[in-house]
DNA sequence: AGGGGTACCTGCGGGC
DNA sequence: TGCCCGCAGGTACCCC
């Protein structure tokens, strides 16, 4: 569920929380186990205590626990993961997988309803897969018009699916895919490699506002949806949505209704009459 | 290479 | 009320 501007916000929230304390001890419940895999939750335990968190850093969707003998954890929030502390005690949600105590009494504790998300321990930095396998985080400050353009023609696909694999730009998820087309005014079944460089500058510019805009309002929480940040709040960007879950109301632009479509089995949004590019 | 489908899980809302 | 279906903000893996 977590996009980037959700999972910003859970790494600014816990931060101040969790940095440079030390750790005392570490619980995995026993439908946590996949979660840390392929370490045992006794390997886990093992590795933790004593230890501290020196760096909480974020890329694309991903959060990087750093610890100070160049250790990592690489954390993955996937659909329905979220990060809470407590104090004294863990959380009683029934959700709760697993947590870690420190020595002041906080507890970070990793809720996950569906149970996708991931939380490995790494030997050093380069050692997880998927982080290995990130292109330039989505807010990176070095993109450009012209690297953004660039880095879209290496990709024979539609832009829908560009701006999903994470490999080509990290952080983006449906909702903030689906807003960012629809701003830059692009049909997400165009292929990447035909958007010219002002095309490209333009979404560029509309994706990183979008996100920029999401993340100062906390994230989005869909009706009905569990989102909530680590403060137990619900994020506010859901107000500026403009085509994501929207099939069947006008347009905000035009006379025409909101279309759903399937594209790689997920829903996309879009207008007919206005994404045409 | 790119597309599609399935799998991993749990919960919720809608339709009957 | 109960049941069955489809759906969910993500990603990996399989097959064609």
């Not at 500058?201 to 989005?220: P, Q, R, V, W, Y």
């Not at 949505?241 to 949004?269: D, M, P, T």
Request: positive net charge.
């Amino acid at each position: 569920m977590p996009e980037l501007p959700e999972v910003e916000t859970f790494a600014r929230q816990i931060r101040p929380l969790v940095l440079n304390k030390p750790i005392t001890t570490v619980t995995v419940t026993p439908k946590g186990e996949r979660m840390i895999a392929p370490l045992s939750p006794a390997e886990l335990t093992a590795a933790l205590p004593g230890n501290s968190f020196s760096a909480l850093k974020r890329h694309g969707k991903f959060l990087i626990f750093e610890l100070a003998d160049n250790k990592q954890i690489v954390a993955h929030l996937r659909m329905s993961g979220r990060l809470v502390i407590t104090s004294k005690k863990p959380s009683r949600d029934k959700h709760n997988r697993l947590w870690i105590a420190f020595e002041d009494g906080s507890i970070l504790n990793f809720l996950d309803t569906r149970r996708f998300g991931t939380f490995q321990l790494i030997g050093k930095p380069g050692d997880h897969k998927g982080l290995n396998q990130l292109g330039p985080d989505a807010l990176d400050p070095a993109w450009t018009p012209r690297t953004f353009h660039k880095a879209l023609q290496k990709f024979n696909k539609a832009i829908y699916k560009v701006l999903l694999d994470q490999s080509a730009i990290a952080g983006i998820g449906n909702i903030y895919a689906n807003e960012a087309l629809f701003r830059s005014k692009i049909h997400p079944l165009s292929p990447a490699k035909a958007l010219s460089e002002k095309q490209a500058g333009n979404l560029l510019h509309n994706i990183i506002d979008i996100l920029s805009t999401a993340l100062e309002f906390k994230g989005t929480t869909l009706i009905d949806s569990s989102y909530r940040d680590s403060e137990g709040s619900a994020g506010e960007f859901r107000t500026l949505l403009q085509v994501y879950g929207k099939a069947g109301n006008n347009c905000v632009n035009c006379a025409e209704q909101i279309r759903r479509i399937r594209i790689g089995g997920r829903s996309v949004f879009y207008c007919q009459n206005c994404q045409k590019a």
